[in-house]
């Protein structure tokens, strides 16, 4: 069956599927260099906790369009800002960690009736397999059946202790760090948050 749309409505339409995919698009992207926002689950940004005077304890956290890259490379970033910020040259990943939450949702077939128990049911009639039905509550070939949509979001976020150090960086450590050649290394490739 063949569903034919009027020609004076054809614009119409192709307008209001432009106008929905840039609104969807303008609100869903990746998570900008910008101090944390948000509480637990839905924290989103960097943070930073001092342990002792050259000691800090940094953390990113991406929303679930960042990537695990993007994380841990703005993670770096930001270790070098902080310690460029307490008037240190260097800094030394002792510890470094990124992990992955992942959630599941169940959005449930908006057919299957406020209860669950009543549902529209469908019989009809294809020359290649004969009689069939639908319904929404068990399934069927008509759509491929399943009462529910399943999604998967995952989020990371990574973390890092670091020590600050003055002076050229230890040339035997392979976690030191210069902290001017990472913000000039890694700062192109920062997204910082767009100014209203």
Excluded: H
């Excluded at 926002?37 to 930073?48: A, L, P, V």
């Amino acid at each position: 069956m063949k569903i034919r749309i009027p020609v004076k409505l054809r614009p119409l339409l192709a307008g209001t599927a432009l106008a929905a995919t840039l609104l969807t698009g303008a609100c869903s992207t990746p998570t900008p260099y910008r101090p944390a926002m948000g509480t637990g689950n839905y924290q989103t940004g960097y943070s930073d906790q001092r342990i002792e005077d050259n000691r800090y304890s940094v953390t990113f956290s991406g929303n679930s369009l960042t990537s695990r890259e993007t994380v841990e490379r703005y993670l770096l970033f930001r270790a070098a800002q902080l310690t460029l910020e307490q008037g240190y040259d260097y800094f030394i990943l002792t510890d470094r960690n990124t992990e992955k939450k992942s959630n599941s949702y169940i959005d449930p077939d908006p057919l299957m009736g406020p209860y669950g128990y009543w549902s529209p049911y469908w019989r009809y009639y294809s020359p290649a397999w004969g009689w069939r039905s639908w319904d929404p509550f068990w399934g069927g070939p008509a759509w491929g059946g399943g009462g529910a949509d399943i999604r998967t979001v995952t989020r990371y976020q990574a973390m890092a202790e670091i020590v600050m150090g003055k002076g050229p960086k230890p040339a035997d450590n392979v976690r030191a760090f210069d902290a001017r050649a990472v913000i000039a290394n890694l700062g192109p490739t920062i997204m910082m948050p767009k100014r209203n």
